[in-house]
Every structure is written in structure tokens, then in C-alpha cells.
């Protein structure tokens, strides 16, 4: 069993028996509100998630996703939900303070 934990969404989960699945994608199944301006592209970073742990159970980063590194769009611990496979484990995040809906109640945690 594959499982994401949303600390700031009162450590929300999310479970699946499926690998190699994007993280947005897994996110958005489970009815989630996750910001994404750029329709999962990999076109911009309204989509990045803050790994606190589980980092050795996603994907290698994708182009786009050193590109943001390389130009200080992406810190080392963010990644894009749209570009970053869950393959094993667990996966905790945080959603970015600047990438927070002003509709969504975001617990602390």
C-alpha cells in the first residue's frame, strides 16, 4: 500500500495499491483541491508540494523540475506534483503557503 499524508490539510490520506502514479493525480482522485495553473505541464510551479518525508519513494526529478531548481523556482525539498511519481513507501507534504486556496481550511500540523 502506497500512502500520501497532507500535514497542512490535517494530515489528510491518501491511499493506492498503484505505483508509478503522478502525485497530482492521486491528489485530485481523492477530491482534494490542489493548485495547478499551468494544466499539469510542468509549465510553471503553482503545482509544488514541500516533501518532508518520503523523498527515496518519488520519481528522479524531470527536466522541468531541475530547470525551476537551476533558476531558484524550487528549493531541494519541493517538488511539482504534476511531474513526480509516487513508486513506493509513504509520502508526506505540505502544501506551499504561496500556492494555498483562500477557500481551502488548512490545519496546522
Not at 483541491?33 to 518520503?54: F, L, N, P, Q
Amino acid at each position: 500500500m502506497l500512502k500520501i499524508i497532507i500535514e497542512n490539510l490535517y494530515h489528510r490520506e491518501i491511499k493506492t495499491l498503484e505505483s508509478d502514479r503522478k502525485v497530482i493525480e492521486l491528489i485530485h482522485e481523492n477530491y482534494i483541491d490542489w493548485m495547478h495553473a499551468c494544466g499539469k505541464k510542468g509549465r510553471c510551479t503553482s503545482c509544488k508540494m514541500i516533501v518532508v518525508e518520503g523523498n527515496e519513494n518519488l520519481s528522479e526529478p524531470t527536466e522541468r523540475e531541475m530547470f525551476y531548481r537551476e533558476n531558484g523556482r524550487l528549493a531541494p525539498n519541493e517538488r511539482l506534483t504534476c511531474q513526480t511519481q509516487l513508486k513506493s513507501g509513504t509520502l508526506k507534504i505540505r502544501v506551499a503557503e504561496i500556492n494555498k486556496f483562500p477557500h481551502v481550511d488548512y490545519g496546522e500540523g
